[in-house]
């Protein structure tokens, strides 16, 4: 029977319903994607080596928000990355910098000058001066906050948005799973956008999230494996082969000499680094080395592992610093079809739900 102004459509027809959850997925990531100016709340995160022009751009290009890691770049450095991203991309992106490095202030300038709209301080908490040259400059400040009390702190002291990042994700990482930290902190951070992160690999968890209160999401490792990253071929499928129990955390043998916790895929160079602390450990005992000599020597091991293993492609030797969600890489595919993936896995979860949509 044809359909007349007298007949209201089916909604229950794939199509519309279809709209009608994707609608709703948009009104819940409204406002990240307003605060990033971009058409999904989804950011990349920042990794050294791999978050560079062509995947940072890519990001952005496919409505996400890419984002520069600096790292130890110098400020000439970071400015040149910034131009190229430029020239690859008419749309916002972000820079992501240490508050430990020396040149921090200046590596500010460079962004603002550039014209920037992001910057994500990492690290830890950033001082009063350096959130007021952000902030004063122009640009919207991020920062991540590793539980309530600075989530609230950050807050107050002018964060425009956060990130809690769980310890699901790759890299450096705190002792606390994302699905705790959404807990604690998302029913009591409504003032400015939270972004959560961390063992992110499908839409179905962001849709999760977003329904607790999170304003978008960031992703890493799925980025890391995308066709537009300039790691390694090695890098990638290394990830495309790895299970989520793969991605592991480095292990401190004595807690005299902290390990800073980094989650990487365990290769021989996870059981070398637990050698080299027992060998350390036993120079040190013997009075070979002073404490202050034994610390560096643990915490040098890894200076060039991470760049050995993206851009060398080292994958027995190098850091190969990935999330949990590496299990969920299961082949190299364009930023763009990631996105996508994660958009209609999304969509489809409100789809199958029998409450009305509206």
Do not use: Y
Not at 17 to 32: E, K, P, S, Y
Not at 52 to 57: D, G, S, T, Y
Not at 95 to 119: D, F, Q, Y
Not at 196 to 215: H, K, S, T, W
């Amino acid at each position: 029977m044809p359909l007349t102004a007298s007949m209201p459509p089916d909604i229950t027809a794939p199509e519309p319903r279809q709209a009608l959850a994707r609608a709703r997925l948009d009104a819940l990531w409204t406002r990240g994607a307003r605060f990033l100016g971009c058409e999904v709340g989804i950011l990349g995160g920042a990794m050294t080596w791999v978050s560079e022009r062509h995947l940072v751009a890519a990001i952005s290009n496919a409505g996400g928000f890419g984002v520069i890691a600096c790292g130890s770049m110098s400020p000439d450095r970071l400015a040149a990355e910034i131009a190229a991203t430029q020239a690859l991309t008419d749309r916002p992106f972000g820079v992501n910098l240490i508050t430990m490095h020396p040149e921090l202030e200046a590596l500010i300038r460079v962004s603002l000058k550039m014209g920037v709209t992001h910057v994500v301080l990492a690290g830890g908490v950033p001082h009063v001066r350096t959130a007021s040259l952000v902030k004063e400059g122009g640009a919207k400040l991020i920062c991540f906050a590793p539980a309530l009390v600075f989530a609230r702190r950050l807050a107050k002291a002018g964060a425009d948005a956060l990130i809690i990042e769980g310890s699901e994700a790759g890299g450096h990482i705190g002792p606390v799973s994302l699905t705790v930290l959404a807990q604690e902190i998302l029913p009591h951070i409504s003032e400015i956008p939270v972004f959560v992160a961390g063992g992110l690999g499908r839409g179905e968890a962001i849709l999760a999230f977003l329904e607790m209160g999170a304003a978008g999401a960031q992703l890493g490792t799925r980025f890391a494996a995308a066709e537009e990253s300039i790691a390694h071929p090695r890098f990638k499928q290394a990830f495309v082969r790895a299970a989520a129990r793969d991605a592991v955390p480095s292990i401190q043998l004595d807690p005299r000499f902290p390990v800073i916790p980094v989650r990487g895929l365990a290769n021989a160079g996870t059981e070398r680094f637990l050698e080299h602390q027992r060998i350390t450990l036993a120079r040190f005992d013997s009075g070979e080395l002073t404490r202050q000599e034994a610390q560096l020597e643990i915490e040098h091991f890894w200076a060039g592992a991470l760049r050995r293993a993206v851009v060398e492609g080292d994958v027995e030797h190098g850091s190969m610093m990935a999330g949990q969600s590496v299990g969920m890489v299961n082949a190299v595919q364009p930023v763009a079809e990631i996105i996508a993936e994660l958009v209609d896995q999304a969509t489809a979860a409100i789809m199958a739900r029998e409450l009305p949509l509206r």
